[in-house]
């Protein structure tokens, strides 16, 4: 437990200048007046950042030690943001969130990859705990949003977040020193790539809800007469009490059928999502869009569990590289593709996710009727 309380301290920071600056970005460039067609395209350039990461990272991890690319990668992300005090455009964000996707991925697949490979038997609740730091980073840039709004301290916040990252750099730099994870080459990829296929695809489809939700919500909000502050404030509140309650389902995942209970939250939140649609009340966007950001994080739990309990060794690295891979892809097209139909109307919003997850429903109960019945993994 000591060491997955090291590994989450970083990814709480990391998660709090990448959740902090990106939605910013959203906000900012809305309010500069970028339609969300731009505003999506800029951002989703954190999701090939990420897919770049995935592919090279057993070359990265060959040469390099996971301290000296923490190092780095938080050095280079803290001297960019510096440009952020003297300008921002489409351009300047589309960069950051490309280096800032590379960097991420490749730290942040290493240290997950070891977790699983470490904690086999209870490695839903250990990655659900490193997930909740994640989303922790993630509430608490929402409150600071919340509180500050968009002003001219904003992006001064920003470079402080960054600084934080070298504290438990230099704290735990022992117990990063000293992971380690075998490296693998793509000649385990077939045989390994046709247990969790019809997986990969649910996790492209899940990227595209996560990051397209995330990036244009927004910008659905603004155009709802919401103000940048309560944006923040539905974001904190929605958040935490997601957070609160992801560690049970951390432990219900190890436990019990994983496709009951996939199927049950998916199944609950295409109503969830129907309500979102008719709704326009800032306390209710608090609890609808919780067990929305629930429903997210449960459904990526279950996928990264199943890869984990179904691969082994060096190719749990593997599934963990395609599954950030597939989520990455996902991250790409769906901020480009949901910002696209929304800049035609913005009230299809709620009505593609709907529809996306009508898709992942049917898809993942095909590859767990492929692979044994549907009896769960």
């Known amino acids: 437990m000591k060491e997955i309380f090291k590994y989450s301290c ?16 959203a906000i900012d460039l809305k309010i500069q007046g970028y339609e969300e067609r731009f505003i999506g395209l800029g951002l989703s350039f954190w999701g090939i950042g990420v897919i770049i990461g995935a592919i090279f990272h057993n070359l990265i991890r060959k040469k390099f030690n996971l301290i000296s690319t923490i190092f780095l990668g938080s050095l280079i992300q803290l001297l960019f943001s510096l440009i952020f005090l003297f300008d921002i455009n489409i351009y300047l964000v ?68 960054y600084i934080l990252h070298f504290i438990p750099i230099f704290i735990f730099r022992k117990s990063f020193i000293k992971i380690y994870i075998e490296n693998i080459t793509l000649r385990l990829s077939k045989d390994n790539l046709n247990k969790i296929k019809y997986l990969l695809i649910c996790v492209i489809l899940f990227g595209a809800c996560d990051a397209g939700f995330s990036t244009l919500f927004p910008s659905y909000l603004l155009e709802e007469s919401f103000k940048d502050t309560q944006i923040g404030q539905i974001n904190f509140l929605a958040g935490s009490i997601a957070l609160f309650f992801y560690p049970f389902m951390g432990k219900l995942v190890d436990k019990y059928n994983k496709t009951i209970i996939f199927n049950t939250i998916c199944i609950i939140n295409l109503t969830n999502l129907i309500a979102l649609y008719f709704i326009n009340d800032f306390y209710l966007y608090i609890i609808f869009v919780a067990f929305y950001y629930y429903t997210i994080g449960t459904v990526f739990l279950i996928t990264f569990n199943i890869v984990g309990k179904i691969l082994s060794g060096g190719a749990i690295t593997f599934g963990i590289a395609g599954h950030y891979i597939s989520e990455s892809i996902g991250s790409f097209l769906g901020p480009n593709l949901i910002g696209n139909v929304i800049s035609i109307n913005i ?31």
């Open 10 to 25: 970083l990814i709480f920071l990391h998660s709090l200048a990448g959740v902090y600056i990106s939605t910013c970005f």
């Open 347 to 377: 009230n299809y919003f709620f009505l593609i996710f709907f529809v996306l997850y009508i898709l992942i429903i049917g898809l993942f109960n095909f590859n767990q009727f492929k692979n044994g019945g549907l009896s769960g993994t």
């Open 94 to 161: 589309a960069l950051m969130q490309l280096i800032a996707g590379i960097s991420n991925a490749v730290n942040s697949l290493t240290i997950e990859s070891f977790i699983s490979d470490k904690f086999k038997k209870s490695s839903g609740f250990y990655i659900s705990l490193f997930w909740s730091s994640a989303g922790l980073g993630a509430i608490t840039a929402s409150l600071i949003i919340a509180i500050n709004g968009i002003n001219n301290l904003t992006y001064y916040f920003a470079v402080l977040f």
